[in-house]
C-alpha cells in the first residue's frame, strides 16, 4: 500500500527565498509529525497535528516556520526567508496505533 | 524534561559478530519506546517498539530490544550482524501528543 510521500524529495533555495514542503501522509492517519534533521541538531521534533488544528507547535525554531494541514490530509511546512541554517532533512510521519511512518524527507539546502 | 541518550555515536562489528547497540532513557514514568533505522538517502523504518506489553521485544530483521527499568535502559540487539544491518540506528521516546524524542543516532559499521 502507499506509505507516506514528500515533495520535493530536494529543494535548493537562495538565502531570503520562501520555501513550501508538502507530505501527504497516509490514508486514514489523522495524526501527522513533522520532524527536521540536521547535522548538529540530530532529529527534533517541529509540528503535530491531530486533524487539521496543531495542538503542539512547540518545535518550530522560529516565526518563520508556518505548518497547515487541510482536509484531515495533506500537510504543507513552509519556511519563510530561508536562512542557511534552515539547511536540514525534514522528515513527515503519519501515525496510527501509536507508530509513526515516516517519508523519505525533504532535503532543503539554502545557499 | 524526557531526554533519550545513544552511547557510541559510531559502532563497528565483524559480520556474524554480535551487535549491540545501548538507549538509556530518563523519564519519571516509563514511556513508548522505539527503535528506528535509517539508510542512506530514506526516511526511518520502525524496527521495534516496547508498550509496556513485555519487556523483551522483537522486531524485525532478527533484532530485539530489552526494557530494563531499573537500568532505564532499551539496548537493542541482534545475535549475528549482516553486512546490510549497516546503517544509522535511533532509539525514541515518546513524549507529549506521542511526538518523538530521538536520541542522537548511532551509526553502525559491518565488516567482512
Known amino acids: 500500500g502507499a506509505g507516506v510521500s514528500q515533495s520535493p524529495r530536494y529543494k535548493v533555495a537562495k538565502r531570503g527565498q520562501d520555501v513550501a514542503l508538502r507530505c501527504d501522509p497516509i490514508s486514514g492517519h489523522t495524526a501527522l509529525y513533522w520532524y527536521r534533521q540536521s547535522l548538529g541538531q540530530g532529529l527534533e521534533f517541529l509540528i503535530y497535528f491531530q486533524g487539521n488544528s496543531a495542538p503542539d507547535k512547540s518545535g518550530l525554531p522560529s516565526d518563520r516556520f508556518s505548518a497547515e494541514r487541510t482536509g484531515g490530509s495533506v500537510s504543507t511546512l513552509t519556511i519563510q526567508r530561508t536562512q542557511q541554517e534552515d539547511s536540514a532533512v525534514y522528515l513527515c510521519a503519519s501515525s496510527a496505533y501509536n507508530e509513526q511512518f515516516f517519508g523519505p524527507g525533504t532535503r532543503l539546502t539554502v545557499l | 524534561a524526557q531526554s533519550v541518550t545513544q552511547l557510541g555515536s559510531h559502532v563497528s562489528v565483524s559480520e556474524g559478530a554480535l551487535v549491540l547497540l545501548r538507549c538509556n532513557y530518563s523519564?519519571?514514568?516509563?514511556?513508548?519506546l522505539f527503535w528506528y533505522v535509517q539508510y542512506p538517502n530514506q526516511g526511518l523504518q520502525l524496527l521495534l517498539k516496547?508498550?509496556?506489553?513485555?519487556?523483551l521485544v522483537k522486531g524485525i530483521n532478527g533484532f530485539e530490544a530489552e526494557f530494563k527499568k531499573s537500568e532505564t535502559s532499551f539496548h537493542l540487539t541482534k545475535p549475528s550482524a549482516h553486512m546490510s544491518d549497516a546503517a544509522e540506528y535511533f532509539c525514541?521516546?515518546?513524549?507529549?501528543?506521542?511526538?518523538?524524542?530521538f536520541g542522537a543516532g548511532t551509526r553502525l559499521a559491518v565488516h567482512p
Open positions: 525514541a521516546g515518546s513524549g507529549g501528543y506521542n511526538k518523538l524524542i
Open positions: 523519564s519519571s514514568v516509563p514511556p513508548y
Open positions: 516496547y508498550t509496556s506489553a513485555a519487556t
